[in-house]
């Protein structure tokens, strides 16, 4: 059982590692030169808190999962949701680093936002744990959401696309 334990809770981290690496050039070149609220967080600080929140949420979807007896039709949707969840999580570094795309990444976030409420929703009734360990993340989304509408209000040359 623990290989399952740790593939659940390593499986977010896959998605951070592969957006961090391809982008990691274009935190230096280009965002940092965005204009950004005083209440930003430092660089610094965004690698410490993924790696907690990926830990966090991948343990939490095992916990799910094994509590639903593994890939089955009760699993379908909460875990879907997780998935899809996931998946917009890792589209967002892409879609702001990569093609400076402030547009899209704000209506991704904000989907994800409405996603990750619906997990969090559909895991409580089969563990409160795993509900409860959504909560940072969460929090963590509210404070990426609310820091994308002002990057994508305070930076409106730069809402459509890279052109470089």
């Not at 895991?123 to 990426?144: D, E, F, S």
Request: glycine fraction near 8%.
């Amino acid at each position: 059982m623990w290989a399952y334990t740790v593939g659940f809770t390593v499986l977010p981290h896959v998605g951070g590692f592969l957006g961090w690496f391809l982008n990691r050039k274009e935190i230096p070149a280009w965002y940092e030169k965005l204009k950004k609220p005083a209440w930003c967080p430092s660089r610094r600080v965004f690698p410490v808190a993924w790696t907690m929140l990926y830990t966090g949420m991948g343990y939490a979807s095992y916990l799910v999962w094994n509590d639903l007896g593994g890939c089955s039709s009760k699993a379908i949707v909460p875990l879907g949701l997780y998935g899809a969840q996931l998946v917009l999580n890792w589209a967002w570094p892409p879609l702001f680093f990569g093609a400076r795309n402030l547009n899209m990444a704000l209506i991704d976030i904000l989907c994800l936002d409405g996603l990750a409420v619906g997990t969090l929703c559909s895991w409580y009734r089969i563990n409160r744990v795993a509900a409860l360990l959504l909560l940072p993340y969460l929090g963590w989304l509210a404070m990426a959401t609310c820091l994308t509408i002002r990057i994508w209000r305070d930076n409106p040359e730069q809402k459509a696309a890279k052109s470089d």
